[in-house]
């Protein structure tokens, strides 16, 4: 399933210049949003290139091709992916205000 940039997807023009930075035109791969468990504050949802399996719903957006979980999109949904002084930030209807960081134990209580 292939959807165009909708209430479902979006890719802020700054994410759209950061993204054109790293990759030619010609070189463009599809990009998974994924929910990733390794940053030391907590859950939160990233970018990597990766192809598209059957378990995904495809968007387009201002020439980019992005894939995510359906499953995944069911939970998060609307998806925003932007870039900020911190680099790339993907917002979504999810909260992880509650789930503590990853900080390998020393930190006490998460």
Do not use: K, Y
Not at 47 to 59: I, K, Q, R, S, Y
């Amino acid at each position: 399933m292939d959807i165009r940039e909708n209430d479902l997807f979006s890719l802020t023009e700054a994410a759209d210049i950061a993204l054109s930075a790293l990759f030619t035109p010609s070189g463009r791969p599809s990009l998974r949003v994924f929910l990733s468990f390794l940053s030391d504050s907590g859950p939160r949802l990233e970018l990597a290139a990766d192809e598209p399996t059957g378990d995904d719903a495809a968007f387009s957006a201002r020439g980019w091709r992005f894939v995510v979980n359906r499953a995944l999109l069911q939970q998060a949904a609307p998806l925003v992916v932007d870039c900020g002084e911190e680099g790339f930030v993907i917002r979504s209807s999810l909260d992880f205000s509650l789930a503590g960081g990853n900080c390998g134990g020393s930190c006490g209580t998460h």
